[in-house]
């Protein structure tokens, strides 16, 4: 499975980011619209755990029948509960390798990294890509830290000696897509840029445009 992943939009959501609306519901639209990854991210929103596990089943269920990866959150314990296919932790989550071990070898793992030094330590200890960030300001996570911008991108692909899979997060809408592909990144992910908007599915769609135009662009001035 992880060879064959597309990391061009990954969508990061949780019942707290959806506006009232049904998180099953979002998703499924978004799926219409074209992200290739899901990351189920449950916070601050008021579910129980018994209702936690219950919508992150019903949104792995729908994954797995619309053929999308199923990510979960920080949570290793949530992520073997529900079966996903991989696990996304930050740098004050738990510890790369530990959650290396808890999830076993095949499974997918992300982690969040500011700079080549915590990009080099997490693919050390075992993740599989890296999402980078916040690039731009968010309000949908108040502690992510002041913006970062594309560079930090830019310094990873120059100086990791592996071709390791790079999404920028943090602020991005359509706008600001092809400066992070430009940098280095093999795609984006959101969170309001889809789950907030009043048409998920068209934000999709108008975000993977993005994205594929800005590769194709980056892949012509690479072959000159």
């Known amino acids: 499975m992880k060879e064959a992943l597309r990391y061009s939009l990954y969508l990061v959501m949780g019942s707290q980011d959806c506006r009232g609306r049904d998180p099953v519901r979002v998703l499924d639209l978004a799926i219409d619209g074209g992200i290739t990854l899901f990351q189920f991210r449950e916070k601050n929103s008021g579910l129980t755990l018994r209702e936690t596990v219950s919508l992150g089943e019903r949104l792995r269920h729908l994954c797995r029948e619309r053929n999308i990866p199923f990510i979960v959150n920080d949570r290793a314990d949530l992520a073997l509960l529900l079966d996903a296919d991989g696990l996304h932790v930050g740098q004050d ?17 992300g982690v969040s990294a500011e700079t080549v ?12 890509y890296l999402g980078v960030g916040p690039i731009y300001a968010t309000a949908t996570k108040p502690d992510a830290g002041k913006p970062i911008g594309t560079r930090a991108i830019a310094e990873m692909r120059k100086r990791l000696s592996s071709p390791v899979p790079i999404v920028g997060i943090g602020g991005i809408d359509v706008p600001g897509v092809p400066e992070v592909i430009q940098a280095g990144a093999d795609g984006v992910a959101v969170v ?5 908007k009043p048409d998920p599915r068209q ?18 001035r690479e072959s000159r």
């Open 93 to 109: 989550d738990l510890p790369v390798w530990e959650a290396r071990r808890l999830i076993g070898p095949h499974r997918l793992l």
């Open 192 to 196: 309001s840029a889809i789950a907030g």
């Open 203 to 220: 934000a999709a769609k108008d975000l993977l445009q993005a994205v594929e135009r800005a590769t194709d662009s980056a892949a012509g």
């Open 117 to 128: 030094e915590e990009a080099e330590q997490a693919l050390r200890d075992g993740a599989d």
